[in-house]
């Protein structure tokens, strides 16, 4: 496991470092891949997602709103919460993280056969099913619930 966090930690310097030549953070290129994926996310979801803190992404965004790249629309049930989308200049910014999450597959799979890589891809897609599944075990019914439901 120690082999695995190394790489881990390795991809996210390398990240660190692409999205700090194009004058931002790792965290906010996340951010715009997920609102790319699921535009109008809160905040507070959006926080939940990339498991930190509202405050931290509320600063976040509030970064990428002064750059034009994303806004606050109020939710239109929920007058407390602000739904984030992306704006135009985000795009073109999306272009380029996806041009450089590429590079890094390359640089991270050099060497390797594609059988390899396969293998690989679905062996860690097993252990992140498995682990997902692990931390949200089914809920056990009280002693009261159970003579309910029987």
């Known amino acids: 496991m120690f082999l695995l966090h190394d790489v881990a930690r390795l991809i996210r310097v390398d990240a660190d470092k692409r999205a700090r030549a194009h004058g931002m953070t790792r965290a906010q290129w996340g951010i715009l891949i997920w609102l790319e994926r699921q535009p109008g996310l809160s905040q507070k979801e959006l926080a939940e997602i990339l498991e930190v803190e509202p405050i931290s992404v509320a600063r976040l965004i509030d970064r990428l709103e002064a750059r ?4 606050r629309r109020p939710d239109p049930k929920d007058r407390r919460v602000w739904r984030l989308h992306l704006c135009s200049p985000a795009y073109g910014v999306l272009g380029e993280i996806d041009y450089q999450r590429e590079q890094m597959r390359a640089l991270v799979t050099a060497g390797l056969d594609p059988a390899t890589i396969d293998t690989m891809t679905e062996a860690l897609h097993t252990m992140k099913l ?3 599944h692990d931390s949200h075990p089914p809920r056990r019914l009280a002693p009261a619930e159970v003579r309910e439901v029987a």
């Open 68 to 71: 034009g790249m994303v806004e």
């Open 130 to 132: 498995t682990l997902t």
